[in-house]
């Protein structure tokens, strides 16, 4: 027996497929495919907000540095508020580092829901749903070897 994928609720392999607490043997498959549900928007904002947080430190740093510029106030005060929005400024890049690999982990769990179908022994089957777009495609994938190991060809709609 070989194991494609295994993980603490989904086990795939060259005999199997485990689900949560259902088993279906890989012989049974007939046909294998899977289908995205639609777009969050939850998660599209979230996205949206995380580049707005981004830009934040360096807006805010030339606005600083166009009114210290524009106010012609004292030396001092000029200087302070270039000082101030050069700081503000060096915030963007811990900041962005933050927030791009928040950004990053949005992409890898997605932003659609993502169904496993499957045909066994002539019926639809729901084999997995979930929103976690990397899982998602290491188990779609690892039931596809394991139906063209078993002679199958799996099927894509």
Same mark, same amino acid.
Do not use: F, K, M, N
């Given at each position: 027996m070989i194991t494609y994928y295994d993980d603490r609720s989904v086990q795939?392999?060259?005999?199997a497929v485990r689900v949560g607490g259902r088993t279906v043997p890989v012989r049974d498959l007939t046909?294998?495919?899977?289908?995205?549900?639609?777009?969050?928007?939850?998660?599209?904002?979230?996205?949206?907000a995380l580049g707005a947080a981004m830009a934040g430190p360096v807006v805010a @740093?030339?606005?600083?540095?166009?009114i210290?510029? %524009? &106010?012609? /106030?004292?030396?001092?005060?000029?200087? @302070?508020l270039v000082g101030v929005s050069?700081?503000? %400024? &060096?915030? /963007?890049?811990p900041l962005a580092d933050v927030l791009l690999e928040q950004m990053d982990r949005s992409y890898a769990r997605g932003a659609r829901e993502l169904r496993l179908w499957a045909e066994v022994r002539g019926?639809?089957?729901l084999l997995?749903?979930?929103?976690d777009a990397l899982r998602f495609g290491?188990?779609?994938?690892?039931?596809?070897?394991?139906?063209?190991?078993?002679?199958?060809?799996?099927s894509r709609r």
């Open positions: 795939v392999t060259s005999d046909r294998v495919w899977h289908e995205r549900g639609r777009r969050s928007w939850r998660v599209t904002a979230r996205r949206g @740093a030339v606005a600083g540095l166009l210290a510029l %524009g &106010l012609h /106030a004292s030396l001092t005060v000029t200087v @302070a050069c700081l503000v %400024g &060096l915030t /963007a890049g019926r639809r089957v997995l749903h979930t929103r290491q188990i779609y994938r690892a039931v596809q070897r394991a139906v063209e190991q078993a002679g199958l060809a799996p």
